[in-house]
């Protein structure tokens, strides 16, 4: 599933799976539930999307905080913030520009219909 994914993401993405894989055993025991099988399988492609989902999240909220920073009015002034937004490369970043308001919406919707190809057996590790 995260192959396609940048190398950074992919790692983040999949050490994080690993690692709640490894605590499995525990987190059944404590909520009283068996999770093995296709149960595992469902559970980790949830805690794989969560990760991904809370990265690409993150970055609309920077976005939004950086935005919101610059396009503030000086302390108890009235009338137009001091600037409009900033410029990353050709592109300039503001409350009204077509990237803004896509993660804004983005940052809304759900990512299930999205990731319904996905399948769950493609993240656990076969056993060694």
Partial sequence: ??????????EGVNGYVDAVAA???DIARDARVEISGDRLDQFLLIVAIRR????????????N?????????????????????????RDEISQDSSAFVEG???????????????????????PV
């Fill in 104 to 126: 804004e919406t983005s940052a809304r919707n759900s990512t299930s219909s999205s990731l319904s190809s996905i399948s769950p057996t493609s993240l656990r590790k076969p």
């Fill in 1 to 10: 599933m995260t192959e396609r994914l940048p190398y950074s993401l992919r």
């Fill in 23 to 25: 605590v499995v055993p």
């Fill in 52 to 63: 991904i989902w809370s990265n690409v999240n993150s970055q609309y909220w920077i976005m």
């Fill in 65 to 89: 905080d950086c935005i919101s920073a610059a396009t503030r009015t000086a302390d108890g002034l009235d009338g137009a913030p001091q600037t409009r937004g900033f410029r990353v490369g």
